[in-house]
């Protein structure tokens, strides 16, 4: 079946550690997003991108990197300079054509920060 | 600025009572709308989306929508509510102008479901 898979589900991480979230897609999807979940705050945008080599920054980019090297893969990298990266991390990509297209979501990845 | 509200943080409702989730947003340009479902440690699941035409959407579960342009609202409904029902769902809005389509999602409403 098609869709979003994220791994690892659950991550720990030392204080100063750098990690990497994992995002593949085999939906064909262009455009892929990161998003950051806490508790009564919504979801919010760490990157995007839209095609293969280009992403942009979101409204919380600071402490994470991404790349785009292939059109199914889109990892996250959680760096030590995140001050608070203990989140829940989504995934997503969109579907549909130009701005009728819905967000497809992973089943996200927790990472705890010991 | 764009906002996307959803005034209730917490519902509790009885299994087999209505449900009704309020979204409302501030944007000029036309929204596209949406409300999607997620169960504690899961992804999101789109519900139903509003683009044009009929204002009333019906969605997956048994859920629908009404878009309402002169209050800035878009309100998810459920005639009957089942146990499995019971999640956090949140309201997202897209608008035409953002290129690359920059979702602002609302805080989520978690709905408890009682026996």
């Known amino acids: 079946d098609g869709g979003i898979t994220q791994s690892p589900k659950y991550l720990f991480r030392k204080e100063g550690q750098n990690v990497t979230l994992s995002c593949e897609q085999n939906?064909?999807?262009?455009?892929m997003y990161w998003y950051r979940q806490d508790p009564g705050q919504g979801l919010r945008l760490i990157y995007y991108?839209?095609?293969?080599?280009?992403?942009q920054k979101g409204d919380i980019a600071e402490g994470y990197s991404v790349s785009r090297e292939k059109k199914e893969s889109f990892p996250l990298t959680v760096t030590s300079a995140q001050k608070n990266p203990t989140a829940f991390y989504l995934c997503?990509?969109?579907?549909?054509?130009?701005?009728?297209?819905?967000?497809?979501f992973g089943e996200g990845s927790r990472l705890t920060v010991l | 600025a764009q906002s996307v509200t959803q005034p209730d943080i917490h519902i509790t409702v009885s299994e087999g009572a209505s449900l009704e989730l309020r979204c409302n947003y501030s944007?000029?340009?036309?929204?596209?709308l949406f409300w999607y479902v997620q169960s504690p440690g899961q992804g999101l699941q789109l519900l139903l989306k509003?683009?044009?035409?009929?204002?009333l959407v019906q969605g997956i579960k048994g859920f629908e929508a009404e878009f309402k342009r002169s209050q800035s609202s878009f309100n998810l409904r459920k005639p009957s509510v089942h146990w499995s029902d019971a999640a956090e769902y949140f309201c997202?809005?897209?608008?035409?102008?953002?290129?690359?389509?920059?979702?602002?999602f609302g805080a989520g409403t978690q709905v408890v479901v009682t026996p």
């Open positions: 997503a990509s969109r579907g549909g054509t130009g701005f009728t297209g819905e967000l497809f």
């Open positions: 939906l064909n999807h262009d455009a």
């Open positions: 991108s839209q095609i293969v080599n280009d992403f």
């Open positions: 944007y000029g340009a036309t929204p596209y």
């Open positions: 509003y683009f044009s035409g009929d204002t």
């Open positions: 997202a809005v897209v608008t035409a102008t953002d290129s690359w389509g920059k979702f602002q």
